[in-house]
C-alpha cells in the first residue's frame, strides 16, 4: 500500500512569508498527526485530527500556525507569517484510530532566511 | 507531559556485533511503546513495538523488551548490518495523555563495516 505523502519535500522562504504544507494519509487512515522535528531531536507533536475534527492542538502556535482536513482525508498545515524559528522537518503521520501504530511521511524541510 | 530519556546518545558497534538502546519513563500509566528508526532525509519508520502487557517481542534480528517495574525499555539489534546505520527513537503512548506519542532524544547508531 501507499505510504503517507508529503509534498513539497522542501521549502525555503524568507521570514514574514506564508507557506503550506500538504499531507495525503493512508488510505483508511482515520486519524491523522501533524509533528514538527527540530535538528537532533526527537518529533513534536503540533495537532491531531479524528476524521476531520481536531481533538488536540494544544500544542499548536495558534497565532501563526493553521491546519485543516477538509473531507477527513488531505490535510493542510500553513504557517503565516513564517518566524526564523519556524525552521525544522514537518512530519505528517497516520494510522488507522487513535490507539494503532503511526505511521510518518518523509517530511517537509523547511528553511527560513 | 511525560519525559522519555534515551541512551546513549551515540553508538559505534562493528558488523555482526549487537546493539542495544535504552529509554526509561516516569509515568506508570505509559502503556505502548514502539520503536522507530529514522534514515538521512527520510520519516521515522516504525520498526517494532510492544504493549504494556508483554515483557519482550521479537522481529527477525531486533527485539524490545519492557520492565513495567523498573520504567524501562530497550532495543536489541542482534548481527548488525551497515544497513542498520540510522538514528533510533523510542517513544511511548500514556493512557492518561490523550493517546499522544511523546518520543526520545534519539540514538545515532553507526555500523562499522
Known amino acids: 500500500e501507499a505510504g503517507v505523502v508529503q509534498s513539497p519535500r522542501y521549502k525555503i522562504i524568507e521570514k514574514k512569508q506564508p507557506v503550506a504544507f500538504w499531507c495525503n494519509p493512508i488510505?483508511?487512515?482515520?486519524?491523522l498527526y501533524w509533528y514538527r522535528q527540530n535538528l537532533g531531536q526527537g518529533p513534536e507533536l503540533l495537532i491531531r485530527y479524528e476524521n476531520e475534527e481536531a481533538v488536540d492542538d494544544s500544542q499548536l502556535p495558534k497565532d501563526r500556525f493553521s491546519a485543516e482536513r477538509l473531507k477527513g482525508v488531505d490535510s493542510t498545515l500553513k504557517i503565516q507569517p513564517a518566524e526564523l524559528g519556524d525552521s525544522a522537518v514537518y512530519l505528517c503521520?497516520?494510522?488507522?484510530?487513535?490507539?494503532?501504530?503511526?505511521?510518518f511521511g518523509d517530511g517537509t524541510r523547511l528553511s527560513i532566511l | 507531559g511525560e519525559n522519555v530519556e534515551q541512551h546513549p546518545s551515540t553508538l559505534s558497534v562493528q558488523e555482526g556485533d549487537s546493539a542495544v538502546i535504552k529509554c526509561t519513563y516516569s509515568?506508570?500509566?505509559?502503556?505502548?511503546f514502539p520503536w522507530y528508526k529514522q534514515e538521512l532525509g527520510k520519516g521515522p519508520q516504525l520498526i517494532i513495538d510492544?504493549?504494556?502487557?508483554?515483557g519482550e517481542k521479537k522481529d527477525q534480528r531486533i527485539a524490545v523488551t519492557l520492565n513495567k517495574t523498573a520504567k524501562h525499555f530497550s532495543l536489541h539489534i542482534t548481527e548488525t548490518q551497515p544497513e542498520d546505520s540510522a538514528v533510533y527513537f523510542c517513544a511511548l503512548v500514556s493512557s492518561g495523555s490523550a493517546r499522544q506519542l511523546t518520543f526520545g532524544s534519539g540514538t545515532q547508531l553507526t555500523v562499522l563495516p
Open positions: 503521520a497516520s494510522s488507522v484510530s487513535s490507539n494503532q501504530p503511526q505511521h
Open positions: 488510505s483508511g487512515h482515520n486519524t
Open positions: 510492544i504493549r504494556s502487557n508483554v
Open positions: 509515568d506508570s500509566a505509559s502503556n505502548y
